[in-house]
T-cell receptor, first 111, second 111 residues
C-alpha cells in the first residue's frame, strides 16, 4: 500500500501572507489533486496535475498557485491569505479512471 | 457545469436501522465514487462504481446511468458509521480527471 503525506497539518498565517502547502505520495500515481473543503460547501477543486510538470486549473484556482516538479510531490501556494479565512486543504492522487486516495489534510487559519 | 446533488443533507438513525443515501447528477459520467469522512478526518474511498451494483460488507452501492443517480445503502447501521458520506462524479467528455463532489450526507447513528 501507499500513503499521501501532507505538511503541515496545521497552518496559521497572517493576512496577505504567502503560504505553501506540500503533498507527497508514494503510490507512483500520475495524477494529483488539491481540493479545498469548507463547511457546508463540499470539496472544490483548486488545481490538478496529470503528470510531472503539468498543471491544470480547477474551479477555484484564483488566488492559488501550484507546482508539480516531481511525480511524487505536488505543492500549493496561497498567494495572499485572506483575513479570517478557515478551510481544510486536501491533497489526493489517483491513476486515471480509478479510485482517489486522500491525505489527512492541512487546516488553515488566517488571523 | 456538472451538478451533483446529494440527499438527504443529514440523517439520524438508531443503531440497527438501515440508511439509503442518494446522489443525483446532471451530466453523463465516466465514474462515480463514494467516500466516507469521519469528523475531522480525511476521506476514505468506499466504492468506485461507474455502473451497476457493488457490495462491501454492510454497504451496497448502485449506480444507474440512465437515471443519472447513484445510491449508497447501509444496512444494520452502527454508531461507528457516523460521519459524512460524499459522492463524486467524473464526467465524460472534456472533464476527464476532474471529480465533482456533492456536499455530502451527515449521518448520525445513535445507540
Amino acid at each position: 500500500g501507499g500513503i499521501i503525506t501532507q505538511t503541515p497539518k496545521f497552518l496559521i498565517g497572517q493576512e496577505g501572507q504567502k503560504l505553501t502547502l506540500k503533498c507527497q505520495q508514494n503510490f507512483n500515481h500520475d495524477t494529483m489533486y488539491w481540493y479545498r473543503q469548507d463547511s457546508g460547501k463540499g470539496l472544490r477543486l483548486i488545481y490538478y496535475s496529470i503528470t510531472e510538470n503539468d498543471l491544470q486549473k480547477g474551479d477555484l484556482s484564483e488566488g492559488y498557485d501550484a507546482s508539480r516538479e516531481k511525480k511524487s510531490s505536488f505543492s500549493l501556494t496561497v498567494t495572499s491569505a485572506q483575513k479570517n479565512e478557515m478551510a481544510v486543504f486536501l491533497c489526493a492522487s489517483s491513476i486515471k479512471g480509478n479510485t482517489l486516495y486522500f491525505g489527512a489534510g492541512t487546516r488553515l487559519s488566517v488571523l | 457545469g456538472q451538478q451533483v446533488q446529494q440527499s438527504p443533507a443529514s440523517l439520524v438513525l438508531q443503531e440497527g436501522e438501515n440508511a439509503e443515501l442518494q446522489c443525483n447528477f446532471s451530466t453523463s459520467l465516466n465514474s462515480m465514487q463514494w467516500f466516507y469522512q469521519r469528523p475531522g478526518g480525511s476521506l476514505v474511498s468506499l466504492f468506485y462504481n461507474p455502473s451497476g451494483t457493488k457490495h462491501s460488507g454492510r454497504l451496497t452501492s448502485t449506480t444507474v446511468i440512465k437515471e443519472r443517480r447513484s445510491s449508497l445503502h447501509i444496512s444494520s447501521s452502527q454508531t461507528t458509521d457516523s460521519g459524512t458520506y460524499l459522492c463524486a462524479l467524473e464526467g465524460s467528455g472534456g472533464s476527464n480527471y476532474k471529480l465533482t463532489f456533492g456536499k455530502g450526507t451527515l449521518l448520525t447513528v445513535t445507540p
